[in-house]
């Protein structure tokens, strides 16, 4: 029986010998490598934590001891070491989340997976733990490098530094990557302890030495360690930027040597204060494939071959963010004020193609989405134009930035959101489901969503020829579908998809979801029903044409790929009754609620965006509204309703 089979909770890796324990975390690997490559995952981040989690939950009592990983990525070794080693359905619906789930263990305390915020989690908790009188409590962080270039990250280290009576330790995952290399400041000042010549060959020796001398030699060893580090430090002229933030630092460590970081550990939880560990790993660890892949080295991957790390699929569809690379490389190559700013996601937006043409042109801020929306409002007043890509979920923490740095001040920055609406596998945190109704909010935005490839190279040169005014342009996850061509377009640029010779139904179809609108404009056809469907193309602000065309239809139905809660529908809504129209309206969307992980097309079936689904309570509608039809076929209707009932 293998060791891995025998762990059913962190209490059973109490009384494994140090052999036991590199066993163990090989059957881990090969363990993850297995399942996540039939099932796709965040790969690269955890086989670099492998002997760091086995460490972390042999020295603390999860879940008397809090733990917090950030990002949630880099947990699922956690989640084996708990009790979870059912991975057949990662990331599926009603399998194992790809993030801590509060609802799947005791042992997952933060479910949102945002970089650079666990340590503000950690911060509350374990003064919570102080003022509630749980001494015995502590609270461990687990940070990816790259949450360091985060702003909540050093705002949540001077507040810790300012308390150092709690029972906290912050472990640095230090693997020189977050999603991409690390950059900046901070990655500079990492990679210099990491690689620093004098310093490691004077660590390493004296460890060495310590050990031929015994148990009472490690121990002093260990007791002068920090002591050295920071002599060093100055020796090196590294920043000794720890010591001056007044938290003790323990390390550098090998986050591959479970007995070293078991060692560091166990002096950082008896120390009684704040602690950083900075931990030396290397994503992708144990697996060839995933440390010959420079680009990101299989951070996330889709399913593989877990042999060589091929993908299996071999679809030839194109991309909405391949779409996206391409066009922007096009214009820029028009416009020399045109470039990219990206926060720690310059391959997966597709800025990567920008980077290659104009390096010079793209700036990768790190976790920072704060600072990019700003820096690029600096931007855009010194002339250039910036077009900031990020996933729509992350544009929600930069909510002020754009409210008050980028629409107070008129600047012409584009906002490009790649993922949004429903996203998938990634759960709550990942769904872009709330972009449309935060960001039309701010004055004079105007808000983009195209249907198709054509439409999206059409919309981001409208959008980036706008200077005095911010743009957003919004597309989801996954491939395009085929171009999907208009009947007319109206003056003010609303795309006419399908006109009924009789104008029932008008269906606002935003988005991606205008072919789900003209499913839906056939069925209802079919019970001689006529649906007009239109794409705005701009949502925002709500087209004049797409008002009046309201006027002439006896009922309008919106369908979007976000929430209802202020969202478009509720804007088109408030336009037309200023209008003086009064034709009624059905707004079709999503909850205002944190949706689990499925794929889109299960999530979209269980809200009921389905073109069955929305035809059904059209007819409904009709029948329970007795709205008056051009051309009714209520006896047919009503038995179509009858029937799928």
């Not at 933060?110 to 970089?115: D, F, K, P």
């Not at 820096?375 to 890509?389: D, E, K, N, R």
């Not at 597309?475 to 795309?495: C, E, H």
Request: a negative charge; charged letters at 25%.
């Amino acid at each position: 029986m293998s060791i891995l089979s025998s762990i059913t909770g962190p209490r059973d890796l109490d009384d494994l010998s140090s052999t036991d324990l590199v066993v163990l975390a090989g059957e881990i690997r090969e363990f993850l490598v297995r399942e996540v490559a039939r099932s796709g995952g965040h790969l690269g981040p955890n086989l670099g934590v492998v002997e760091t989690t086995i460490a972390i939950h042999r020295v603390f009592d999860s879940p008397h001891d809090a733990i917090v990983f950030d990002t949630g990525h880099q947990s699922y070794v956690h989640k084996i070491l708990t009790g979870r080693q059912d991975f057949s359905h990662l990331r599926e619906k009603g399998g194992l989340a790809g993030y801590p789930q509060r609802s799947e263990s005791v042992h997952d305390i933060v479910e949102s997976s945002h970089a650079s915020s666990s340590l503000s989690w950690a911060d509350g908790i374990s003064r919570a733990f102080s003022m509630t009188g749980q001494s015995d409590r502590h609270v461990v962080a687990v940070v990816g490098d790259g949450a360091l270039t985060g702003g909540m990250t050093w705002e949540a280290l001077n507040n810790i530094s300012h308390d150092n009576s709690r029972n906290l330790v912050i472990i640095v995952n230090d693997n020189g990557r977050s999603y991409a290399p690390t950059i900046g400041g901070m990655a500079r000042y990492l990679d210099s302890v990491r690689t620093k010549r004098a310093y490691r060959n004077l660590h390493f020796t004296s460890r060495k030495v310590f050990d031929r001398l015994g148990p009472t030699a490690r121990a002093f060893y260990r007791g002068v360690r920090g002591g050295m580090h920071g002599f060093l430090s100055r020796f090196t002229n590294n920043q000794a930027l720890y010591a001056n933030l007044d938290i003790k630092y323990v390390g550098p460590v090998d986050g591959h040597d479970v007995h070293a970081m078991e060692l560091a550990l166990r002096q950082a939880k008896n120390y009684g204060a704040p602690v950083i560990v900075h931990a030396i790993t290397q994503k992708g660890k144990g697996y060839e494939p995933a440390r010959r892949d420079l680009a990101d080295q299989f951070h996330a991957v889709g399913k593989i071959d877990a042999e060589t790390g091929e993908p299996i699929s071999s679809s030839t569809s194109v991309a909405w963010t391949d779409v996206f690379g391409d066009e922007l490389v096009r214009l820029a190559q028009k416009d020399d004020r045109i470039m990219g700013i990206t926060a720690a996601m310059l391959r997966p937006t597709g800025l990567h193609r920008l980077h290659e043409a104009f390096p010079e042109r793209v700036i990768d801020v790190g976790i920072a989405e704060q600072h990019a929306v700003t820096s690029a409002a600096g931007l855009a007043f010194g002339g250039m134009h910036p077009v900031v890509a990020v996933y729509a979920t992350f544009i929600n923490r930069a909510f002020d930035q754009v409210l008050m740095d980028v629409g107070l001040h008129k600047a012409g920055v584009t906002f490009v959101l790649d993922r949004s609406g429903v996203t998938g596998p990634d759960g709550p945190s990942h769904h872009g489901l709330w972009d449309l109704s935060i960001l039309q909010v701010v004055p004079g935005i105007r808000i983009a969503a195209p249907r198709d490839a054509a439409r999206l190279r059409e919309e981001l040169a409208e959008a980036t020829a706008i200077n005095d005014a911010p743009t957003v342009l919004r597309f989801p996850k996954g491939s395009v579908g085929n171009d999907i061509n208009a009947q007319r377009r109206t003056a003010d640029g609303v795309d006419v998809l399908r006109e009924a010779p009789h104008k029932d139904v008008l269906i606002v179809a935003i988005g991606s979801f205008a072919q789900l609108g003209l499913d839906v404009a056939e069925r209802l056809a079919q019970q001689g029903i006529g649906a007009t469907v239109i794409d705005p193309r701009w949502v925002v602000p709500v087209a004049s044409s797409l008002i009046e065309m309201a006027r002439d239809h006896r009922l309008v139905i919106t369908i979007e790929d976000g929430v209802r809660v202020g969202g478009i529908g509720t804007r088109i809504r408030q336009a037309m009754r200023e209008a003086g129209v009064d034709t009624a309206v059905d707004e079709l969307g999503l909850p205002d609620s944190f949706i689990e992980h499925a794929t889109r097309e299960q999530i979209l079936a269980e809200v009921g965006l389905t073109p069955q689904d929305i035809a059904r309570d059209v007819v409904a509608q009709v029948l329970g509204s007795k709205i008056p039809m051009a051309r009714p076929r209520l006896d047919e209707a009503d038995a179509l309703l009858r029937s799928e009932n």
